[in-house]
Each structure stands twice: as C-alpha cells, then as structure tokens.
C-alpha cells in the first residue's frame, strides 16, 4: 500500500458463536495481538459477531479496554416503527458500534436486498456516526464473462447514488467476489487489484479524488494467513473482509499480522 489509510481487518463470524463463545474468542484474539505487541495504529481490528452478541463484546472491549473495534453484519434502513425483527441503527449506536456490514452478498442473495436498499441502510449507519462496510461483488458467471469490473462498478453506483461526499468519504467499500466466498478459491492478488482499483476510480468520478483516496476498499473471499499478505501488496487493497478464517483467534491475529510474514512476497 503507497498511501496513508489505516489498514483494516475485519471478522465476519457471520450466523457463527454465541454470546459465551464470543467473549471468549474475543479474549483470546486480545491476548494473541498483545503478545505480538500489535499497535492499533498499524492495523485496525474489527470484529462483527451477530446482534445477539453485541453487549458482551460491548462489556469486554470497555472493562478491558481492549484495542479492538467491533461491527453488526446488517442494519435496519428504518429509524424505529414496526418492523419486527429488525435492528435499528440508533439500537447499535447506543452499544458502541463502530462498524456496519450493508449488503452483504448473502444479504442480497437470501434477502433480496438491492443497491438502493443497501444504500439506505449506509445512510442509517451513517446517521449515527457508525462506518458502513458497503459489500460489492460479482458471481462466477459474471466473472466468467469477464464482465466483474461493470457489474461491480453498476453496484457501487446505485448504493452512493443518494450518499453525499461528506457521506461517501466516511465509507468503506468491501470487494467480495461472490465465487471467493467460503469456497477456498481465493482471487489473485490482481483480481482483487483490478476491481479495488476501479471501485477507487469510480468514486474519484461520482465524486471526487480525495473522497475516493479517504475511502478503504477491503477484499474479502476466502482469505487466510497464508495469503493476505500477497493480496496487501497491491495499492488499492486497503484490508480484508474475511469470513470463515476470523472465528479461530490465532488465525485471525496471523491475519492482522500480515506485514510480518510479507517480505519476500
Ligand atoms: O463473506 C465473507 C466475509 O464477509 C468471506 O467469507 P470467507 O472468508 O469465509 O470466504
């Protein structure tokens, strides 16, 4: 990375661990970065357990006054009302949360959730001064036609297309193809490059250079210690999204740490 924005690692536990299994992981993943003397400064830390565990994570992160930040996997677009079953942004607000995953591809596969609804939730994060994680990807057949860049870039269209710059600088977008999720096919590092890159460029253009140089873009799918650190080299990957490997605390650490197994890549 040639720029100045933090790094950033995010955990996504996804419908994993309850609110026991996750004071305990988060415990263990606050001990294993101490150890290796992990500055926040470097590498910022997230993790996003579901809602149910929220004020766990809240409780241990304030009493141990851990340097870890933590994040909700959805918001309701809506202030408050009947809608049962949702989460409001003021509710997550009120515990602390720093970050909001919105459009998640298993969100808009499994919930028909489109861009203008995720960019809905986006603003609801961002009302209440919480970051929203704004997920963009193509699916195999997408990428088989080679046509990842246009169908990702018509996503980021519709979800900034009622985001204001003020708004849009204080986003992070993740990358996450949708063929790399879980699968273990992870994309090269110049996947993730050519696509993060066009996401920045398309900002710069919706926008203007510096929202899109404030902007982090993440990639996510299938990363693991064993091989961010190749995808970190490319300028426009700013930080992973990462799935399966966050619920392992050793792993996880071995992920924010990447920049100690990346020489020689
Ligand atoms: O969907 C993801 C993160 O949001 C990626 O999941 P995996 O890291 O398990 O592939």
């Given at each position: 990375m040639a720029h100045s924005r933090t790094p950033l690692m995010a955990g996504n536990w996804k419908m994993n661990l309850d609110h026991h299994e996750a004071t305990h992981l988060v415990q263990k993943l606050a001990w294993t970065l101490k150890d290796a003397k992990h500055s926040y400064d470097e590498v910022e830390v997230v993790v996003v357990p579901p809602f149910t565990d929220l004020r766990s994570v809240q409780t241990?992160?304030?009493?141990?006054?851990?340097?870890?930040?933590?994040?909700?996997?959805?918001?309701?677009?809506?202030?408050?009302?009947?809608?049962?079953?949702?989460?409001?942004?003021?509710?997550?607000?009120?515990?602390?949360?720093?970050y909001v995953v919105v459009g998640h591809s298993e969100r808009r596969e499994n919930h028909a959730e489109d861009d203008a609804l995720v960019g809905a939730k986006a603003k609801a994060a961002l009302g209440r001064q919480m970051t929203p994680i704004i997920c963009v990807g193509e699916g195999l057949d997408v990428r088989k036609a080679g046509e990842q860049v246009p169908y990702t870039l018509a996503q980021v269209d519709g979800v900034y297309a009622d985001l204001s710059a003020e708004e849009a600088a204080r986003t992070v977008v993740a990358y996450e193809p949708v063929w790399a999720i879980g699968t273990g096919e992870v994309a090269t590092p110049e996947d993730a490059q050519e696509v993060c890159a066009a996401i920045r460029s398309r900002l710069a253009e919706l926008y203007d250079q510096e929202v899109a140089d404030a902007v982090r873009v993440l990639y996510g799918g299938s990363v693991k210690s064993s091989n961010v650190a190749s995808i970190m080299t490319k300028d426009d990957v700013d930080g992973a999204l990462v799935g399966g490997a966050s619920l392992k605390a050793e792993e996880f650490a071995a992920i924010v740490r990447y920049q100690e197994h990346q020489t020689g890549q």
């Amino acid at each position: 990375m040639a720029h100045s924005r933090t790094p950033l690692m995010a955990g996504n536990w996804k419908m994993n661990l309850d609110h026991h299994e996750a004071t305990h992981l988060v415990q263990k993943l606050a001990w294993t970065l101490k150890d290796a003397k992990h500055s926040y400064d470097e590498v910022e830390v997230v993790v996003v357990p579901p809602f149910t565990d929220l004020r766990s994570v809240q409780t241990l992160v304030d009493g141990d006054k851990l340097d870890l930040r933590y994040g909700a996997q959805d918001v309701s677009a809506h202030e408050s009302g009947a809608y049962t079953g949702e989460v409001s942004a003021a509710m997550l607000a009120k515990l602390g949360v720093s970050y909001v995953v919105v459009g998640h591809s298993e969100r808009r596969e499994n919930h028909a959730e489109d861009d203008a609804l995720v960019g809905a939730k986006a603003k609801a994060a961002l009302g209440r001064q919480m970051t929203p994680i704004i997920c963009v990807g193509e699916g195999l057949d997408v990428r088989k036609a080679g046509e990842q860049v246009p169908y990702t870039l018509a996503q980021v269209d519709g979800v900034y297309a009622d985001l204001s710059a003020e708004e849009a600088a204080r986003t992070v977008v993740a990358y996450e193809p949708v063929w790399a999720i879980g699968t273990g096919e992870v994309a090269t590092p110049e996947d993730a490059q050519e696509v993060c890159a066009a996401i920045r460029s398309r900002l710069a253009e919706l926008y203007d250079q510096e929202v899109a140089d404030a902007v982090r873009v993440l990639y996510g799918g299938s990363v693991k210690s064993s091989n961010v650190a190749s995808i970190m080299t490319k300028d426009d990957v700013d930080g992973a999204l990462v799935g399966g490997a966050s619920l392992k605390a050793e792993e996880f650490a071995a992920i924010v740490r990447y920049q100690e197994h990346q020489t020689g890549q």
